[in-house]
């Protein structure tokens, strides 16, 4: 008998491990056991609103077509960089989206290939700066980083990054952390302004140093400012025009303006991730994300404007939101490639900066 | 010194009446038991007496002082838990101490009085070690030398002895009554032992359903039971129940069921209320008769032999007759009989006396 | 040749496998990491805890995720023990359901949780609100994006832990021993002083060293609440790790940190054990 239940207990012990490790195999995407007629693609996005206009508009219509099963994996920009990287050579991701130069670092480092021009044929309909680099995925979409303000709070309509250091909004002013990309750009725009540049910084850290005293906060990701619009601890702050759309369209009443010096280029471009098995089907997901009415909706709904020639928006929607070729390519471009490289350096600047 | 007086004392819950309209005096230097079935209330009015239960109504003096609504640690009152309740994180000495430190005694008078208190109750010696490394026995004389150290008027027990072995119990309930001699405290002590409180006590109140149903010295209770409840607890009965009776000038005529006429000398209290007869099984004697001339008026009834139990000292003798619907139960001593003289199914007459029979 | 493995030791392979491969296997390369240059050229080195030990800003993280997590095992200590004491003495059908509301922050999502915290905490929000109504204030503090903020909100969610290590002490205690301090003339303040405490200091100890090493290694809280102005180590690392791809230093400031914690509770466990030993047998 006692052999019996001894061999019973070994029984269980291998089946939990085998059933732990068999799960496994479901999540790598492994569709070589399965005999089924979908494909599968994963993709990534950035949450929230954003994400599930993008379901709507692209993902939801683009399964229906292709007959595909697209997994969504929720990741800011920066996140998804660092997990492609980490997931280097067997990556679970197939489509990248990023929205702050992360892509020029994912090329460098070899995370992410060329697309295939034969797929991608919309690429022949879209303004020519929204290449981003010859060979790999063009902004499918762009906004502004610019000003964003309570309209009941602030009477002014601010007309100048220097607005923010106005006495009347001392503290209450957001500033956006430098994990979040727009403090990034925030803080080379600082640099800008003050005779500086990518390779120079000092001038953007001391203006910073400046406008610390007069912020309500310091905010590292989205929902945190909307709630501190909401609760009105922050009327004004340096964010894009996208997620102010977004605000707006919550109930929030916020508004969004280009500073006179120039707002700054966001291109949120989707890239296809080395080592992938499903290749094709990433860039027929490109392709789609470029076609005028894919790109038309997703405006009516997120407030970021097309890159695609074809796409006219509603007059409305022209009102609130920069668009067309000419507002893009007066916005500020940065130079990723040196901001990449120094970024260590300067948030751990920033955040010896800030921390009490 | 240590004059409890109660008077009244009730404790309810909801619709349970648990300490009905509860009096009782003890008398400086008395040791009273409370003694009485669990239920019966005898540790709810401890508790009360105590400090740590509220009572419903009633009134407890102690010395002519009111106290029923002084709190706990403000009664100059000792406790001994029957589970001992010693600080299993100090010392022997620092359990004992506990008390006169928080009187603010002196460090000297406090060493020299622990040391008395170890002393009184042989446990001189074990100062530095915890209560975790005693045996019950000795566990529960520190309790008593916590409590003694302080000099109480009174002390009360609750079931101290309950949780140790026969022989334990046996060697320490005297050993608490020569301590409680000696240092002259009053003393109020619940059990259910029927021996012990008959062993320790001046008084036993024996309790039942929240009342005091009889108080009395141990020989009052034995001897002049007012009830068949207090009969029953104290010793052992028969209690034959009985149809009819008629009182008498001087004693209750009470006819049984089945026909014979039993004879009880009237006592102080007695009245015929339960429709109950009593003799004790050592008032008994065994005749091994087919045939019994009853001369003297004594109580008869006829039986056979049911078993024969040998106790060494005693005798007992079951024997099962139609007027009783319980075996009789009849105690000899192995002087009148031998395990030779009674077998099994003889016909025998249990006889006893008017003057050892209660009727109730 | 039989193997002679008793049946215990077979049902403890699946946890001991796991145990192997998804944490002591893991931490050994983490260990290993921070011994080396991130890329290009993965040479050993110990710059990365040369880095750490030597810049004040990294320390001060270090130093200000150890006085959170204390501050925050003592504030848990205090409330949970009156909040243990006094269910363990209550009415015995409400125990259970006054455990539960103790336990309902655990039964929330973290996010959902901070998230409520922070229109709490907000400077339009409930604390300061009644603050100023009360006229504590004059006007509003700053409670989010602040430690006290963090403290705040970690102590929400580790109070029940403290409560479910006393708890169980608590209530299982003899409460003679207590009647009986009483009846010695201790008033019911210094009983609790003299005997409750000391006897309960096993929980005491185990529920500090409990909500302590919860504490110090929190992330999310420390993240919402606390925000890029109160960095601890857990959002360092992540910071590191996620947005300057330095994995090397990040897996360096991770071991530090359990050294620390290390070093932290064999501290707390020889004071437990002096403890313990006084009482003979507790």
Known sequence: MKKISRLLMLMMASMLILAACSKDDKEEGNSSNEASEKRKLVVSSFGGDYEAAQMEVLV?????????????????????????????????????????????????????????????KNISGIYESAVLEEGYGPAMAFDALGILYNIDLVKDVPTSWKDLWKEEYKGNVGVIDISNTFGLQFLVMNALL???????????????????????????????????????????????????????????????????????????????????????????FINYSLRPEVQKAFAEKTGFSPTNKDVKISVDLAEVIPHGEEVMDSLIKLDWNTINENKAEWTERWSKLISQ | MGRLVITDLCKQYKDNKVVKQLSLTIEQGELVSLLGPSGCGKTTTLRMVAGLLEPTSGSIKLDEKEIVNTPTHKRDIGLVFQNYALFPHLTIYENVAYGLKRKKVNKDEVRKRVEDALKSVQLTGFEDRFPTQLSGGQQQRVALARSLVLNPAIILFDEPLSNLDAKLRQFLRVEIRQLQKKHGFTALFVTHDQEEAMVLSDRIAVMYNGDISQLGTPTEIYNEPSNSFVANFIGETNMIAVEDAQEESNHFTAKLKTGETIKAIKRKDSAYKEHLIMFRPEHAQVIKQSVFENKDEQNVLKGQVEYMHFKGSTFTLGVKSDAHDKTIICSLQPDDCSSSTFNEGDDVFVIWNKENTYIY | MKLKLSPHWILLIPGMAMMLFFFIVPLGQIFIISFFKSQPDGAFTLENYSKFLTDSHYLKILWRTIWIGFVTSIVCLVLGYFLSYGIARAKAKYQNFLLLLVILPLLTSAVVRNFGWMVIMGKKGLINETLLALHIISSPIEILYTPLGVIIAMTHVLLPFMVLVLYPILSSMDLNIEHASENLGASPFKTFWLVTIPLSLPGIFAGTLLVFSIAISFYITP???????????????????????????????????????????????????KVSNQGGGL
């Open chain 1, 194 to 284: 003050n005779e500086g540049n990518e390779d120079n910084i000092d001038p953007g850290f001391s203006s910073i140093e400046t406008l610390l005293p007069h912020a309500s906060s310091i905010v590292g990701t989205t929902p945190d400012l909307g709630n501190l619009f909401a609760q009105e601890e922050v009327v004004i702050a340096p964010y894009d025009s996208g997620y102010a759309f977004n605000f707006s369209k919550q109930g929030q009443p916020i508004g969004f303006s280009i500073p006179e010096e120039g707002g700054m280029a966001i291109f949120i471009n989707m890239q296809v991730v080395k080592g992938t098995k499903n290749s094709e089907l990433a860039n027929e």
């Open chain 1, 60 to 120: 939801k219509p683009f399964e229906e077509e292709f007959n595909a099963e697209v997994e969504v994996v929720t990741l800011y920009s920066a996140d998804a960089l660092a997990r492609i990287k980490a997931q280097k050579g067997s990556p679970e991701i197939d489509v990248v989206q990023f929205s702050g130069g992360q892509e020029i670092q994912a090329i460098n480092e070899e995370l992410v290939e060329e697309i295939d021009s034969s797929i991608v």
């Open chain 3, 223 to 273: 993240a919402l609440i606390g925000g890029p102005k109160v960095p601890v180590m857990a959002t360092e690392i992540y910071n590191q790790t996620m947005n300057l791809l330095n994995w090397s230093y990040a897996s360096s400031i991770a071991v530090i940190l359990l050294i620390a914690v290390l070093l932290i509770i064999s501290i707390y466990n020889k004071m437990l054990s």
